[in-house]
Each structure stands twice: as C-alpha cells, then as structure tokens.
C-alpha cells in the first residue's frame, strides 16, 4: 500500500517517494490513518521500523496541510523526548518530511545556550521538539507558548513515563489544550506506563505491529562469559576481529564509559565516548565522527541507547548489561534496523547473570552462550569482586530537572533523596540528562 493510501495529501507523498520512501512501515500503515481521524494512540513497535515517520507525516498533514491556515508565531505541536540527541534526530526528521511546506522546528534542549532558541522561538515555529528540563526552563522564562499546542507526542514513552519524567511531564501538561490530541509511541510499553498514560489520553486507540517481538528477528543475540579482570582485553579481542567494522559499545556509569574510551584508544582503536557529562558539542561531534566512519567505535551511557540512527551499524557491544532489560531492546535496537542483520553481544560477568533472566524474557530466541577461546571463566567459586569504577556505587542520583536543580542552589540535587539501585521493571527512575 503506498503512503497516498493512508490518506496523505501529494505534498507529503512526493517528497518521500524522492527520498526512496516507496511503501509505509507496518507501524506507519497501522497508526497514520488513526493520527488522521485526530484521535489519541498508544502504539508499540520495534526499533528502526520507523516510528518517528509514523507520527511526523500526518502532524505535518493535521497542522499544516489539511486547513491551509495562516502560520501563528506560537506553535501547534509539540513533541516530547528523553534525550538532546534524540530531539535532534526527531528535529531533522520533521524537517526533512515538511520541506516542501517549509516546516518551522525548534529543538529545545539542555547543554547549549538559550538565547538561540529563545530567537527561533519569538520569530514563529510550527512545532518545537524538546527535552522536559529545557522546556521548563522557557516556561519559566515565559520565552515559549503552549497554548496553541493541538498535538502532543511522547516519543519513548516508556521512558518519559517509567523512569522519572512524570514531575516534568505534570509540569508541562497543564500548559497545554485540554482538546489536544495525545501520541504516545514506544518499542517497549508495560502495563504500568499503559495504566500511567490514561492520565492525559483520551479513549486512545491501540497499535501494536511489534508480534510479541520486542527486538528486530534480524538481530543475533550473543553472550560472552568473562571474568572481571579479563573484560577489558575481551572487548579489545572482539573488536579487533573485524578491522574496520563500526561498534556501539554501552557501558552503565559515566566513568566507567571514560575508562573504556581510554583503553580502546591506546589499543589504536579510534574512539569517541558521549555521556551525560559530556558537553553538548561534545556529544554532537562524536557522533558526526561516528556516522562519518571518522571514528570506528562510540562507547556510550544508556543516554545514546535512544536516538541515535546510524544506517547499517553491524554490531552493538554490552560492556557493562543494563540493569533494567527494556534498556537492553533500546540499545541493542541500534543495530539490525529496517530489516539489515545485525549483532548484539554482551559481555557477562558472574554478579551479571541475574540480569540475563529478564533479557531473555523479552526475546523469543535464547541468547547464545559462546566461550570465547584463551578467556575461560575461572572455576573460582568467590564472589566476583566489583570493578574499580563501580565500588562504592550502589545509590544513583534521581533524575532532576534544571529548573528544580536551580530552585535548591548551587548544589541544586543536594536535597534530593538518594536511594539503592533496584532490578525491578518498574521502580528504576532516569539518570540522563535532558
């Protein structure tokens, strides 16, 4: 079925047909024509089968090319994200997609200055892509306007309503058109995020395409049995197998991601490290290298597990596993996209074994256990000991946005609670940085 079937007008159509978009995803079959009609949606579908379309295409359509009316300074829709990166990466969606009726975007972001979009936003934009923290700190300021908003979407919205983004969101909501149409689109949604949603949807109508599948069939998942203190010569070892060939590499502490940059460096791998502490040139050249091929492996946080597109990435390495397993199908949903075959592999240490159960409850194939040759696991029945980097760690910071951080001083998340690290689905809160 082409994309003028699901009721998009030319102006859409032929600019997608240049772009070698010929036929829709299954996800954008399913959940354009619902968009269209103005109804609310929760949809569910695999990373990399293109979800951002799916919801950019009839926005463009609803806001700007059904009533042909006259452009207002303040904007008519609205996308939430959890990450600077994938707000770019939305941004540049939308923008490509509305070229032909000249779609003003503003992405509204953390890490950089304010003044530039505080100018994109009085000289007029269509549709502003933010990050809940930055766009506080604008309503604040009394620098955007909400009012006119008739389309929300929550892009991850596992993320913005699981793990710490509901102050935020309860903050900006209110701001917002009671009328407005609700998106919600994800690759992972549980029960409690469904239940979370019905707070600001109305009778939203569900799409699922995902067929039980939480990640892509064309990815090979791999497990590496490693001891601690040969991890770090194990990632070398699997890296050096393909010269040439581009890796992901997720570690789960900032420092720890630094240490890693470090060794694969002076193994005369090219490498480029993004985290939260990272500023934001920082992050956007990395990746620009990346993406380039300038750069032959990116060790990331979970902060890059979402938002990043990068065509044909053939391998994603775990160094470290997330502590919660949807965070699994994000990072490793960076490989294997749009029906290319990729390669997943983790790198597991005893203490992580526990961890594995709920991965594979989210894969219908078992993951495979191959012993790497020349790293055997010692048959030592102790405890594995904790890698320098992470002794000492077993509280994280809750996720604080700026415009709280601000309101408690200097040390603005001093007064914040700290509290243990938990395993389960549902209790683990946000550490990026938005």
């Not at 102006?11 to 354009?32: E, F, H, R």
């Not at 003003?104 to 934009?125: E, T």
């Not at 420092?255 to 040139?281: F, N, W, Y």
Request: glycine letters at 6%; one cysteine or more; aromatic letters at 4%.
């Amino acid at each position: 079925m082409p994309f003028s079937k699901l009721g998009l007008t030319p102006a859409l159509c032929t600019p997608l047909a240049k772009l070698g978009y010929s036929q829709p995803t299954p996800v954008q079959s399913a959940s354009i024509p619902i968009i269209l009609t103005g109804a609310d949606l929760l949809a569910r579908a695999q990373t990399g089968t293109g979800k951002t379309a799916a919801f950019a295409l009839p926005m463009i359509e609803r806001l700007l090319l059904r009533d042909r009316r006259t452009r207002t300074r303040a904007p008519l829709g609205l996308v939430l994200v959890p990450t600077r990166e994938l707000a770019i990466q939305v941004q540049r969606a939308l923008t490509t997609y509305g070229a032909a009726v000249r779609l003003r975007v503003a992405p509204i972001f953390g890490g950089v200055g304010m003044v530039p979009q505080i100018k994109a936003l009085k000289n007029g934009v269509d549709i502003v892509v933010a990050t809940p923290g930055r766009l506080i700190d604008h309503l604040q300021r009394r620098t955007v306007d909400l009012s006119s908003v008739e389309m929300l979407v929550l892009d991850e919205a596992d993320r913005m309503l699981d793990m710490g983004f509901m102050p935020a969101l309860r903050r900006v909501l209110p701001e917002l058109p009671r009328t407005r149409q609700t998106l919600l689109f994800s690759a992972t949604l549980s029960d409690a995020v469904v239940r979370l949603s019905a707070d600001f949807t109305r009778d939203a109508q569900r799409v699922d395409v995902s067929h039980d599948e939480a990640v892509a069939p064309t990815i090979t998942h791999r497990i590496h049995p490693v001891d601690h203190d040969r991890k770090r010569p194990l990632l070398v070892h699997v890296l050096t197998q393909e010269p040439g060939s581009q890796a992901l590499v997720f570690c789960k502490t900032k420092h720890g991601a630094d240490r890693v940059g470090d060794l694969l460096e002076a193994s005369q791998v090219k490498t480029g490290v993004i985290h939260g502490r990272k500023s934001q040139p920082q992050r956007t050249r990395s990746l620009a290298d990346f993406k380039a091929g300038r750069i032959r492996v990116l060790v990331a946080t979970d902060i890059a597990a979402r938002g990043l597109d990068i065509a044909q990435l053939p391998l994603v390495v775990n160094y470290d596993l997330p502590l919660v397993a949807e965070d699994y199908v994000h990072r490793v949903g960076r490989t294997g996209r749009a029906g290319v075959p990729g390669n997943a592999i983790s790198l597991v240490t005893a203490d992580e074994k526990p961890l594995l159960h709920e991965i594979q409850k989210l894969l219908s194939a078992p993951l495979q256990h191959v012993i790497v040759a020349g790293f055997e696991v010692s048959n030592a029945r102790a405890r594995t000991p904790q890698p320098r980097e992470n002794r000492g760690k077993n509280t994280r910071r809750e996720f604080v946005p700026d415009w709280q951080r601000r309101q408690h001083g200097r040390n603005g998340d001093a007064g914040f609670k700290r509290r243990s690290q938990d395993n389960s689905r549902h209790s683990r809160r946000a550490t990026v940085t938005a």
